[in-house]
C-alpha cells in the first residue's frame, strides 16, 4: 500500500505564494504519476497539477497555469506544489494524489486510486 501526508498549506494574502507537499510511503514502485487536486465547499474536486515520471512531464489546470509549479524530488519521495500570485478562488482543501493514469487521463481523479488527506489553503482578499 502508498501512504500520502500532505504538508504546508494555510493562510496567505492574494497575490502571495505558499507551498504545499506530498511525501509518499510503502509500496511506491508502482507509481508513477502524482497530482495534486482541490475541492472549494460546495463544488468538485478538481485538477491542479500532475507530474509524470514516465514521460508525459507536467500537466495543469488552465486557472492555475503559469501561477503554479509542480516538481519532484526522488531521493526525498516528496511532489510539492508552489504556488504564487494566489487569488481567493484558489482557496481550496488541496489533495495529493496517486496512480498511473495514461497521458490523456492525468487530469481524471477517477484514475487516481490513492490520497492525501488534504490540506487546507485559504487565500484572503
Known amino acids: 500500500q502508498v501512504q500520502l501526508v500532505e504538508s504546508g498549506g494555510g493562510l496567505v494574502q492574494a497575490g502571495g505564494s505558499l507551498s504545499v507537499s506530498c511525501t509518499t510511503s510503502?509500496?511506491?514502485?508502482?507509481?508513477?504519476?502524482m497530482a495534486w487536486f482541490r475541492q472549494a465547499p460546495g463544488k468538485e474536486r478538481e485538477f491542479v497539477a500532475a507530474?509524470?515520471?514516465?514521460?508525459?512531464?507536467?500537466a495543469y489546470a488552465d486557472s492555475v497555469k503559469g501561477r503554479f509549479t509542480i516538481s519532484r524530488d526522488s531521493a526525498k519521495n516528496t511532489v510539492y506544489l508552489q504556488m504564487s500570485s494566489l487569488k481567493p478562488e484558489d482557496t481550496a482543501i488541496y489533495y495529493c494524489?496517486?496512480?498511473?493514469?495514461?497521458?490523456?487521463?492525468?487530469?481524471?481523479?477517477?484514475?487516481?486510486?490513492?490520497w492525501g488527506q488534504g490540506i487546507q489553503v485559504t487565500v484572503s482578499s
Open positions: 494524489a496517486a496512480g498511473n493514469p495514461i497521458t490523456s487521463q492525468l487530469r481524471s481523479r477517477y484514475q487516481y486510486p490513492t
Open positions: 507530474y509524470s515520471w514516465r514521460g508525459a512531464g507536467t
Open positions: 510503502g509500496r511506491t514502485n508502482n507509481i508513477y504519476v
